[in-house]
């Protein structure tokens, strides 16, 4: 037993109910004390909002694996559709495309046509 004031109550042994009448405390059943069982009590209160799932979580985690520019799911595209590439440089250059996505916002023509030089070469 501790000699703490009930945190429900805070001390009276009473509180008010939804008819606007007084009940029984039940967190210190009365006593205006804090009750040994008294934590237990909060703690199912308290759970429940612990109990949220974490949303989006696994989104987060995925890894990009596709640029997002206009530009970049073109050329993109043109590579992974292209018959030349082996798959590897394939890969390779759809992470350049996103790299370069990354650090400029977008695909200049330029870059463009660099990749499209080794996608299509002799185009
Ligand atoms: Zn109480």
Known sequence: MSNETCGI???????GNSFGNTTTCPGCRGSGK????????????KTKPSH?????????AVKQTWPTTYEGIQLATE?????TLS?????????????????HG???????KKIRKQSRPGA
């Open 9 to 15: 109550c805070g001390g009276d042994g009473r509180i």
């Open 79 to 83: 590579v992974r559709d292209s018959k």
């Open 34 to 45: 804090k009750a040994d069982d008294d934590h237990l009590f909060h703690d199912v209160t």
């Open 87 to 103: 798959a590897d440089l394939k890969a390779k250059l759809t992470r350049e495309i996103m790299d370069y996505e990354g650090s």
């Open 106 to 112: 977008k695909c200049t023509q330029t870059f463009v």
């Open 52 to 60: 949220h799932r974490q949303a989006n979580k696994a989104e987060v």
